[in-house]
């Protein structure tokens, strides 16, 4: 579960400055939309809409396009699409588990690319449900270091319903019940710590441990599920080792 998470965070960073900035601004700004027309358009009493809207500032998205995307998702401007969410199964090189979400208006459209990235790359696609067993819904918020222990944010977060801190070298992810979050987020500001992101995540079960070359072809399968506009998020059960990340990313 880390050495996804702990991957993922990585790689959010890289992005920010290589050439997929746009992708994944493209992306941020479809959530804040999607939050916006399913809980209204005021952040203060839309938790998701709140939270959407930290992630894409935190990944320098321009506010422009941020409350562009809160007035079409509130129906405030016109221009807003029609998201649909769907979930595909599937399984990468080395029989690890994935879940893809995609977010889009076209459901035809998304299956075709997420089949297409998986078969180019040595996946395929899984039957609903021989998947999805190996993975919980959880709230995961990401912590930024910054001079802080484990103890500090252990603190701040365990009355609040946080059931596991995990160091990922650079952050701390703290693990809760989906229904926690929130409040697992509000204890984090009440106790001046900021944080990076706070969302709702699929965690896996159980891990599969990977080898260099196990884990060189899984991320660029991911890579290519991730290269679809409609792909919002992959979910994996694979594990890597520290050393290794670091020498892939």
């Not at 067993?133 to 802080?148: H, N």
């Not at 409040?183 to 599969?208: C, M, N, W």
Request: aromatic fraction near 6%.
């Amino acid at each position: 579960m880390s050495g996804h998470s702990k991957w993922a965070t990585t790689k959010h960073k890289k992005a920010v400055i290589d050439a997929k900035r746009g992708k994944m601004f493209a992306k941020l700004i479809k959530n804040v939309e999607v939050a916006a027309r399913t809980g209204g358009g005021d952040p203060a009493g839309n938790p998701t809409l709140f939270d959407a809207i930290q992630k894409a500032k935190k990944n320098s998205v321009p506010n422009d396009n941020i409350d562009r995307a809160v007035k079409r998702g509130s129906g405030l401007e016109a221009g807003g699409a029609d998201w649909q969410t769907v979930m595909y199964e599937g399984y990468a090189p080395g029989g690890v588990a994935l879940l893809i979400e995609c977010l889009t208006d076209n459901r035809n459209r998304a299956a075709t690319e997420v089949r297409t990235a998986l078969t180019r790359n040595g996946g395929s696609l899984a039957d609903a449900g021989s998947v999805s067993y190996m993975f919980s819904r959880k709230g995961v918020v990401i912590v930024p270091k910054a001079g802080l222990s484990e103890d500090d944010v252990l603190l701040a977060v365990l009355d609040a319903g946080a059931e596991e801190v995990n160091d990922l070298d650079e952050a701390f992810e703290v693990v809760s019940e989906p229904g926690d979050l929130i409040a697992v987020r509000t204890a984090l500001q009440d106790a001046g710590i900021d944080y990076e992101s706070a969302e709702s995540s699929l965690v896996p079960s159980v891990t599969v441990p990977l080898d260099e070359d196990g884990a060189r072809k899984v991320f660029k399968l991911i890579d290519a599920l991730e290269d679809s506009d409609d792909v919002q998020n992959v979910y994996g059960n694979f594990d890597v080792s520290d050393e290794m990340l670091a020498e892939l990313s």
